[in-house]
């Protein structure tokens, strides 16, 4: 199992990250959430990972606090959840959003996510709420994000450029194209980065 990677910055393209170490890239998918968090591309950076091995693939999934790892898991164990939209829903809310949402048997929020229908609402609140109990009683840890030099900004960036990759990640994350278009446009404003387009769509989606 891999449990945590520590290395080199390479590419940030929501919501997949390269990181280096020792000069292996590993590419690794990350909810938004933890996403937010990570330093320039360039720079140190170290992330807890879960190691998922299929027929056809082997994926490696990041997070920035040990927490939100371990939602993942118990999110993965739910009938009907796989990898893809445990991200997804750790993308459209934090770890305490979502365990809130869970002990209160707020099915409305669960809704808002895509993939999330209410019958899959109400089967996640049934099968997590006694699971994640323990879970409320702990304290959301940051992972410490390691010092390093910030690699220039790059003032060609358009404003297309923006709106796409804000689209492309949430395409990835389980909309569909024109919902997601129409969440990008809503929200944009001009000078924001494309992370903070798709932290204000996702926001606006709840």
Not at 143 to 166: C, F, I, W, Y
Not at 178 to 186: L, P
């Amino acid at each position: 199992m891999i449990g945590r990677i520590q290395g080199t910055l390479l590419e940030k393209q929501p919501p997949e990250v390269l990181i280096d170490v020792g000069g292996v890239g590993y590419e690794i998918q990350m909810p938004m959430t933890s996403f937010y968090q990570l330093p320039s591309v360039g720079e140190q950076v170290a992330v807890y990972t879960h190691f998922v091995v299929r027929e056809d693939a082997q994926l490696l999934f990041g997070f920035a606090e040990k927490l939100e790892r371990s939602l993942f898991r118990e999110l993965i164990k739910a009938n009907g959840v796989g990898p893809k939209l445990g991200l997804t829903i750790l993308s459209g809310m934090s770890a305490s959003q979502f365990l809130t949402s869970v002990q209160q048997e707020d099915v409305s929020a669960l809704v808002s996510l895509p993939g999330i229908g209410k019958k899959t609402a109400e089967r996640l609140v049934v099968e997590l709420k006694d699971r994640l109990a323990k879970f409320s009683r702990q304290q959301e840890t940051s992972l410490p994000v390691l010092p390093g030099q910030e690699a220039p900004s790059d003032a060609r960036v358009t404003v297309n450029d923006v709106k796409e990759e804000a689209l492309s990640a949430l395409v990835a994350l389980g909309y569909k194209p024109a919902q997601a278009s129409k969440m990008v446009n809503s929200v944009y404003k001009e000078g924001m980065e494309s992370e903070n387009v798709i932290r204000e769509a996702l926001k606006a989606a709840i």
